[in-house]
């Protein structure tokens, strides 16, 4: 192949096609704009604190007055305080929303992050919110009381009694097959967060 093929294939295929002795060869060459669309590492994504309650989102679409059908009949949301709904993607932590019932319509603060572009929630860390009103007078799962009229928040995961290990989804044990259970412990927000929420914007 001539010099003059060998540029106007330079030419036309915007550098992407080279010439080596006798032979074509493609040379691979990112396309602008391409590396925005890798996924981010998670040392550059920004953990944020979301604060609401988890429901189904055909009753939060209801309670807008949205008709929806059955495809929407699993997808749980995070219903933020200021009435934002936010899918919950089911990975290894988001996942008990979709499987314990226990877990939604409660007031929670979710540690997570979204990508950008995507609306979808990931969560990484689950609290609950328990309240004096709501603990006189809605039954609770976890056995520990707001004290002296306080908000208790607590950190909640599963856990495996004879192993000694926590778990975050319904399942057997990932080591003895044997039962889990809820567990709640009090536990400060993480100190990587820089946006806990003001009274105002706390779950209700």
Request: net charge positive; charged share 30%.
């Amino acid at each position: 192949m001539n010099r003059s093929v060998h540029f106007l294939l330079l030419l036309l295929t915007g550098g992407l096609v080279s010439l080596h002795g006798d032979t074509v060869l493609a040379v691979a060459r990112p396309r602008p704009g391409s590396e925005a669309r890798q996924p981010a590492s998670t040392a550059k994504i920004k953990k944020e604190l979301f604060a609401g309650r988890v429901v189904m989102l055909r009753d939060a679409l209801k309670r807008r007055g949205i008709k929806s059908t059955d495809e929407f009949t699993k997808l749980v949301v995070l219903e933020r305080t200021d009435g934002e709904l936010i899918p919950i993607v089911p990975d290894w932590r988001g996942r008990a929303f979709y499987q314990d019932k226990r877990l939604r319509n409660r007031p929670v603060e979710l540690v997570g992050y979204r990508r950008d572009g995507v609306p979808f929630l990931q969560v990484l860390m689950i609290f609950t919110i328990d309240r004096p009103k709501s603990a006189a007078g809605t039954k609770t799962t976890n056995k520990a009381k707001p004290a002296n009229g306080k908000t208790l928040r607590q950190y909640f995961d599963y856990w495996c009694d004879i192993c000694s290990i926590p778990m975050y989804e319904i399942k057997q044990c990932e080591c003895c097959q044997g039962p889990i259970r809820m567990r709640f412990q009090p536990r400060s927000l993480p100190s990587y967060l820089t946006n806990e929420p003001k009274n105002g914007d706390r779950a209700k």
